[in-house]
T-cell receptor, first 114, second 115 residues
């Protein structure tokens, strides 16, 4: 069975600095999708970035980028120029190509210090 | 992406009562999902709701406790029945995006507190 592990329950970063959130997963599939979602105190889950496993190029969305290492089964999220609004819970999620079900990690709480 | 709304945004209920949560999407979608997020926890899928068919429930969730309706392609409801304090959670609906059918977008959630 697939699993998603986020080993950092909480991280802190100074405003304007860069922070990297870790995510590892376990799967025997070769084709799948990976996601990072942000959940601020308002509780809405917001899609930050998605990555298709067959693409070697790392996905980027403005200040957010991923380091996707397929062989190592690692999918870390880098936030550059951190802003106070980035403070939230961040969830890593996996989806196999043949299913609609997501497998979520346990989340990392990110604090941004002014 | 689709715009999703949920009602109510929050509620406080007495044990033994039931609450129906509504999820409305601004475009037609095939698949809608209902999740539970217990305090400080990750998301757990309750069921998948497809229009015109019975909902598909995940292990540990049953229709008598969480009946779901899906009358059309833009709307679904989740009822939490005979509530107990253990049902206190955030309930979120999500939909698959038509452009990226591998990607789910979430509603704002309903925070339920059961006394």
């Amino acid at each position: 069975a697939q699993t998603v592990t986020q080993s950092q329950p909480e991280m802190s970063v100074q405003e304007a600095e860069t922070v990297t959130l870790s995510c590892t997963y376990d799967t025997s599939e070769s084709d799948y999708y990976l996601f990072w979602y942000k959940q601020p105190p308002s509780r809405q889950m917001i899609l930050v970035i998605r990555q298709e496993a067959y693409k070697q190029q790392n996905a980027t969305e403005n200040r957010f980028s991923v380091n996707f290492q397929k062989a190592a089964k690692s999918f870390s999220l880098k936030i550059s120029d951190s802003q106070l609004g980035d403070a939230a819970m961040y969830f890593c999620a996996y989806r196999g190509s043949g299913t609609y079900k997501y497998i979520f990690g346990t989340g990392t709480r990110l604090k941004v210090l002014a | 992406s689709a715009v999703i709304s949920q009602k109510p945004s929050r509620d406080i209920c007495q044990r033994g009562t039931s609450l129906t949560i509504q999820c409305q999407v601004d475009s037609q979608v095939t698949m809608m999902f209902w999740y539970r997020q217990q305090p400080g926890q990750s998301l757990t899928l309750i069921a998948t709701a497809n229009q015109g068919s019975e909902a598909t429930y995940e292990s540990g969730f049953v229709i008598d406790k969480f009946p779901i309706s899906r009358p059309n392609l833009t709307f679904s409801t989740l009822t939490v029945s005979n509530m107990s304090p253990e049902d206190s959670s955030i309930y979120l609906c999500s939909v698959e995006d038509l452009a990226f059918t591998d990607t789910q977008y979430f509603g704002p959630g309903t925070r339920l507190t059961v006394l």
